[in-house]
């Protein structure tokens, strides 16, 4: 009779939710992740295919850290140092690295190794 009082039903549903929110928040915090380095890679990729480190380079990745800068003042991780990190990332996980058959369909697709979108973007660099 103890187990169902009204304070033990209480506890017991406080836990559950509690458990819900903590997990949840992970699941949350993961999937931020993935989506940030989908954008790094993504415009890592970009910078890739656009050869910006040659020539007119360097001014058009300092041109476009600024903008971005400017449109997303309250972003950080748009330093020019940082483009050029995205466009490293991009081009470490599709030259040097191992691609399966399967892995090919995904880089044609804009989509990072499944290993490479679950990482935090400070163990990619």
């Known amino acids: 009779m103890e187990n169902d009082s009204p304070i033990n039903k209480y506890n017991e ?3 559950e ?3 819900e929110v903590k997990m949840t928040r992970v699941v949350i915090a993961n ?4 989506s940030v380095t989908q954008l790094y890679w993504n415009i890592g990729k970009r910078l890739s295919i656009e050869k910006l480190e040659k020539g007119y380079g360097g001014r058009v990745v ?10 997303f003042p309250d ?5 020019p140092r940082s483009l050029l990190d995205m466009k490293r990332l991009y081009e470490f ?3 040097d690295f191992q691609i399966s058959p399967q892995s090919v369909a995904e880089f ?5 190794p499944q290993a ?10």
């Not at 999937?31 to 993935?34: E, I, M, P, Q």
């Open 13 to 15: 549903m406080l836990r």
């Open 17 to 19: 939710i509690i458990a």
């Open 31 to 34: 999937r931020l992740s993935a």
């Open 62 to 71: 300092e041109q476009l850290s600024a903008d971005l800068k400017s449109e």
């Open 75 to 79: 972003t950080e991780g748009f330093s």
């Open 93 to 95: 996980y599709t030259n």
């Open 108 to 112: 044609e697709n804009n989509i990072p």
């Open 116 to 125: 490479v979108a679950v990482l935090p973007w400070g163990h990619l660099c």
